[in-house]
């Protein structure tokens, strides 16, 4: 059944970044469909399905539900993810195999199912959610890091590849957010609130509504329609920064 409503997916819908995109996609007029493993409540006009984004089938599957119900797909948000914090000469091969999983491999499924509809119709935006880890190195991420450089590569690509075809695909790399991600990530004694907020020239943390904000601008064909294969940093200048620590201190 096709609809004259605009259709965004959102994948790792049931939390965090992805519960604040799904909510700044609504108020903007779309019908979501969120994706994630845990069950979630459908949006209001929209549909929620459970699946793993690194799985073929259920990706497969999600795009059959979508195509069934609305006919359509005008916006992809790629925001499942997982951290992994391990010193790279303790990290175990199936340890990476499942963070490139998640993070890389399940993005490019995601993309190559619904850019062939987006492709098919002449025109979509594809929204992939990276990090400043896919920009710089973070110590003790190696596969976070490289999953993260792997999903900037990959939207360049898709960016060159589908542009001309009516298709711009974009990442948005947000710094250090507070998430429920961060609260795990922080509970195994890797960081502090001090140790980021310290580093940011902003001096805090994002909030999922920095991030959902610079998503819904990247999804909009209006406000940034000739805006294609940009890895927008949204982290409050902390990739800008050259300065050391006293020094940045020093001008609060």
């Known amino acids: 059944m096709a609809t004259a409503q605009r259709v965004a997916v959102v994948t790792g819908a049931a939390q965090g970044i992805g519960r604040r995109v799904v909510e700044a996609l609504r108020a903007e007029g779309y019908a979501v469909v969120v994706f994630d493993r845990q069950e979630v409540d ?32 005008d916006v992809l948000v790629n925001n499942a993810g997982i951290s992994f914090i391990v010193p790279a000469e303790d ?77 711009r695909v974009n990442a948005v790399c947000p710094g250090w957010v507070k998430t429920e991600m961060d609260a795990a990530d922080q509970a195994g004694g890797s960081y502090t609130d001090a140790d980021i907020i310290d580093h940011v020239p902003s001096a805090r943390f994002a909030t999922p509504d920095d991030i959902a904000q610079a998503v819904a601008f990247l999804a909009d064909p209006t406000r940034s329609g000739f805006i294609n294969g940009v890895a927008l940093p949204v982290d409050g200048g902390w990739t800008a920064d050259g300065s050391w620590q006293s020094l940045r201190l020093s001008k609060r």
């Open 42 to 73: 459908a949006p209001d006009g929209g549909l929620a399905v459970a699946g793993d984004v690194s799985a073929q089938a259920d990706v497969a599957a999600l795009a059959e539900q979508v195509r069934d119900r609305f006919g359509r797909v």
């Open 91 to 167: 990290t175990e091969p199936e340890q990476w195999r499942r963070v490139l999983d998640v993070n890389l491999t399940g993005p490019f499924l995601l993309c190559r199912e619904f850019g062939r509809a987006m492709l098919a119709a002449g025109s979509g935006s594809i929204v992939n959610i990276a990090s400043v880890a896919g920009l710089s190195g973070v110590a003790d991420r190696a596969a976070y890091n490289a999953s993260k450089h792997g999903l900037i590569g990959l939207t360049r690509t898709l960016a060159v590849e589908w542009g001309g075809r009516g298709v």
